[in-house]
Nanobody
């Protein structure tokens, strides 16, 4: 069973930065993709960024140029560097993983999820 634990959320003013981390359990081997999703109150969960096992990255248009997804060399820790944050980035952010490839931004494709971490951006 894959276990994912996020950390790094918090409150920041518009224009600020945050870095999210997601630690996967030691016995985890993800053959598809890992990604970040977010869900704001009253809205559907949406894909923010994902990284395939071979390193290809994909971003939602709304975060391109501001967010950067990466992994450590063991591929056990996933990061999301968020710069130039906007109030509309406020949401609960989730780390997720799937063994499907190719993966998409559809949350239903991801079988494993973290508990979520709150990101709040004030204007």
């Amino acid at each position: 069973q894959v276990q994912l634990v996020e950390s790094g959320g918090g409150s920041v003013q518009a224009g600020g930065s945050l870095r999210l981390s997601c630690a996967a359990s030691d016995n985890t081997i993800i053959r598809g993709c890992m990604g970040w999703f977010r869900q704001a109150p009253g809205k559907e969960r949406e894909g923010v960024a994902r990284i395939a096992s071979f390193g290809e990255t994909t971003y939602a248009d709304s975060v391109k140029g501001r967010f950067s997804i990466s992994q450590d060399s063991t591929q056990k820790t996933l990061y999301l560097q968020m710069d130039s944050l906007k109030p509309e980035d406020t949401a609960v952010y989730y780390c997720a993983a799937t063994n499907y490839h190719p993966c998409t931004s559809w949350p239903g494709q991801f079988a494993y999820w973290g508990q979520g971490t709150q990101v709040t951006v004030s204007s």
